[in-house]
């Protein structure tokens, strides 16, 4: 069964740095692109940015670029977002999510982590 | 970057109704490369539509999309309690950046 598993909620203050992650499972993690997707509260989806665990190759959105960085670890089937300076606009769900392939066509995001929410308060 | 409108922002319908969504893009936009989503509260989206018409796995054919270049349209013939929620549509694919449209929501009447 293929499942992405998030880490779970943070509370943060800001100027502090986080680290979450997205650990796939039941599937060739190395085989389709992870991104990342920002849910602010009560507003709509915005992406963040992807990367292809086969060579860590990253995209991201200009809205993103230089706030923050996507990585992965392939040993471990995991990706990560990262921030090294948090704002209270940071405060949303971040959810990871898998570009579906199929011999070789993408088919949009198929599978879909359950959120980490990131509070990021003084 | 591309940019995805949706229409309408908020459309209120009852059970049975007929629903259509529709999403334009800022360019044209490869067909095979147009998704459309929907999410309930407090759930992670889910993968409705692919390629602006493909059905993804597990999804019902009450839900159908068309369209082509700037213009793209979600159907969902008739309305399950289930299925008022919030639609998003985006582009993927080839290009360096990926968006996602505002949103519709579908709420009941």
């Known amino acids: 069964e293929v499942q992405l598993v998030q880490s779970g909620s943070e509370v943060k203050k800001p100027g502090e740095s986080l680290k979450i992650s997205c650990k796939g499972s039941?599937?060739?993690?190395?085989?389709?692109?992870i991104s990342w997707v920002r849910q602010m509260p009560g507003k709509g989806l915005e992406w963040m940015g992807r990367i292809d665990p086969s060579d860590s190759h990253t995209s991201y959105s200009p809205s993103f670029q230089g706030d923050v960085i996507i990585s992965t670890d392939r040993s471990t089937s995991t990706a990560y977002l990262q921030w090294s300076s948090l704002k209270a606009s940071d405060t949303a769900i971040y959810y990871c999510?898998?570009?579906?392939?199929?011999?070789?066509?993408?088919?949009?995001?198929?599978?879909w982590g359950q959120g980490t929410q990131v509070t990021v308060s003084s | 970057e591309i940019v995805l409108t949706q229409s309408p922002g908020t459309v209120s319908l009852s059970p049975g109704d007929r629903a259509t969504l529709s999403c334009r893009a800022s360019q044209s936009v490869s067909s095979s490369y147009l998704a459309w989503y929907h999410q309930r509260p407090g759930q992670a989206p889910r993968l409705l539509i692919y390629g602006a018409s493909r059905r993804a796995t597990g999804i019902p054919d009450r839900f159908s999309g068309s369209g082509s270049g700037t213009d793209f349209t979600l159907t969902i013939s008739r309305l399950e309690p289930e299925d008022f929620a919030v639609y998003y549509c985006?582009?993927?694919?080839?290009?360096?950046?990926?968006?996602f449209g505002q949103g519709t929501k579908v709420e009941i009447k």
């Open positions: 039941g599937f060739i993690f190395s085989s389709y692109w």
């Open positions: 999510a898998r570009l579906g392939l199929f011999f070789g066509e993408w088919r949009g995001f198929d599978y």
């Open positions: 985006q582009h993927y694919g080839s290009s360096p950046t990926w968006t």
